[in-house]
Each structure stands twice: as C-alpha cells, then as structure tokens.
C-alpha cells in the first residue's frame, strides 16, 4: 500500500512531479516535510516518488536527503591527473568512462569531474556519512542502483552516472542544480525553489565541479 504522499509520473516529468509531491505533502502530511522520500522507477521507466519506505516490484532509485553535503577531498598528491583521460599507466576504470557516458548521453567529462570532486580517484574513498568509492554512493543509493559493491570502480561509476543521468532527467538538464543534488540531495534544491541551496560546500562543489569539467575539455 502507498503512502499518503505517493505520485506517479514520467520522466519528461519529473522536475514537475517533486514540486507536485512537496505540495501535497505539506497540505495532506505535515510530518512528510521531515520523513524519508524515496523514487521508484517501474518496468515502463514511470516513476513513483512517495513517503513509503517500501514499494514491491519496483526498483529503488535513491532516498531523498540521504546525499547530504559532503566535504571535498583535499587536492592531494593522488589528484595528479585524476579524471583525465586515459593515458600510459592511468587506471584501468577510466576506460568505461567514455562508453557509458555515451549509453547514457552524457558528458564523459562530466563524470570524472564527479569523480575528481568526490573522492579525488580514490577507490577506496569513505566519507564519514558513509559514502563510498570513487562517486561517494550512499549506500541506499548503491542499492538501488544495483551496486554489490561500492568499492568496485566498475559497479560504482556505472552507478553514480545513471544517477547523474537521472538528476538531470529531474531537473530538466540543468547541470547545475543537477551537481547540487548530487552533493545535498534533491530534497534540498527543491526546497530551494529549484537553486542551488545555500550550504557553503554545496556552493563550492557545483562551480568546482563545473570548473574541473571545463579544464578536462567538456562543456555545460
């Protein structure tokens, strides 16, 4: 049974289903406000965004408010060339980059610059939230999106850019407030009336992604 809060509705949509979905629940559950908020996708890729913890048959996508805002590793040594492309004894993960980011339409550039922000390449990454890996995923996220293990390079890029994909599904191809959902959280730009919210590190993150992606070649 769905929550009280519950809307269905289709990509195209999406940015216009979450305003819909925090209004309802301000008008009909004021304790939605503070509640968990999770997306569903079906098999026909509609989506179900609703207060419900748990909906069988369709697949996760991530909780709302669990990509809280993190703080960026510091440009350390392993930074050198982290996100660039591939090159003489670069990583063999940054070979899937290019592919998928073209299975999903997206700027290769776009993900190793998450990449570079999140965890600065390092495999190993956890935030104290409990992020991980190279796309720091939550792990309700990891789950949603399939992950068996998030420290696999592999399992976690494919995860973290059909997440991105999504954000920018979500918010209409906007960049920016697609990058400020990754580190806060959608929740938190809606509540921002479709900005980037006013967390310092939320403002950091979005230009210095945008900035590392321009510097590797990629564009908004």
Known sequence: MLGMSSIKC?????????????????????????????????????????????????????????????TMPPAAGSASGCGEAVRGSMPAWQSQIDP?????????????????AESRCNVRARSPKGAQGLMQLMPATARGYGVIDAYDPVQNIAAGARYLRDLLQM???????????????????????????????????????LGRMRALGGGV
Request: aromatic share 10%; with cysteine; hydrophobic share 55%.
């Open 171 to 209: 918010f209409s191809g906007n960049v920016e407030l697609a990058l400020a959902a990754y580190n806060a959280g959608p929740r938190s730009v809606m509540e921002a009336r479709m900005q980037v919210p006013p967390f310092r590190e939320t403002r950091a993150y979005v230009p210095a992604v």
């Open 10 to 70: 289709w990509r195209p949509l999406i940015a216009q289903c979450w305003l819909a979905a925090f209004a309802l629940a301000a008008i009909l559950q004021p304790p939605f406000a503070q509640a968990g908020i999770s997306a569903y996708e079906d098999d026909a890729g509609g989506w179900l965004i609703t207060d419900n913890p748990a909906v069988p048959g369709l697949r996760l996508l991530f909780v709302v408010g669990e990509q809280a805002a993190r």
């Open 100 to 116: 998928l980011a073209a299975g999903l339409g997206l700027d290769p550039n776009l993900i190793r610059a998450v990449i570079w």
